[in-house]
């Protein structure tokens, strides 16, 4: 059964970001808030953790298009190929905020995503994630928890996220309500960013 850890975004205690971090660091799947809906994630470089989402998420690990949660910019060319100044101003403008922006992959890539050309980048404007983050040493791999309700599309009590995602993951963080607006998605691979998702992030920012 998953545990129902509540956490502050304003004031992450450290005893319960240590214990979020273990818990990844050991391959375990979290549910966390961000500046957007509630996710799904886990360790970038845990692939039995990594192939738990895949197969939650019913599709195949290398196929999928999971996000990549940092803390901030600093190791971006880790993950991605070199930007033109343009490009990082761009995200220098919107992150953190709600904005998943895809890039081209870089070589440095953990191996189960060598072959992708293009990763998606987000940096949350909210402190629990980014801690965890910090915390953990690398990206989180993320993806969104849909709700089979139409119109509710995206859970947001947490209490209820825990009951339908108990014995699905480890960890379900409780930060508050999240919200039902996904991030807006911006392909920045093709020299005019393209919109791709417009979500909670507004589109005028390039």
Request: hydrophobic share 35%; proline share 5%; charged share 25%.
């Amino acid at each position: 059964m998953a545990e129902l850890l509540r956490i502050y975004d304003e004031n992450p205690a450290p005893k319960h970001i240590n214990k979020v971090v273990e818990t990844l660091r050991k391959g375990g799947l979290i549910i966390y808030p961000t500046d957007t809906i509630y996710g799904l994630g886990c360790d970038i470089t845990n692939v039995s953790a990594l192939e738990k989402i895949a197969q939650i998420k019913n599709v195949k690990l290398e196929k999928a298009n999971f996000s990549f949660v940092c803390e901030d910019l600093s190791n971006l060319s880790d993950y991605v190929k070199q930007i033109d100044s343009s490009t990082f101003k761009i995200l220098k403008r919107s992150l953190p905020g709600p904005y998943t922006f895809i890039l081209p992959g870089g070589n440095s890539l953990p191996n189960v995503f060598k072959k992708k050309k293009t990763v998606g980048i987000r940096v949350p404007d909210n402190n629990i994630c980014r801690a965890i983050v910090n915390g953990l040493g690398n990206p989180i791999v993320s993806t969104s928890i849909r709700d089979e309700d139409e119109v509710l599309e995206y859970s947001t009590d947490p209490e209820l996220i825990k009951e339908k995602w108990d014995h699905l993951v480890d960890i379900v963080i409780d930060g508050g309500f999240g919200d039902n607006i996904a991030s807006t998605v911006i392909d920045l691979t093709t020299g005019e960013p393209e919109v791709i998702r417009e979500g909670k992030g507004r589109i005028d920012i390039m």
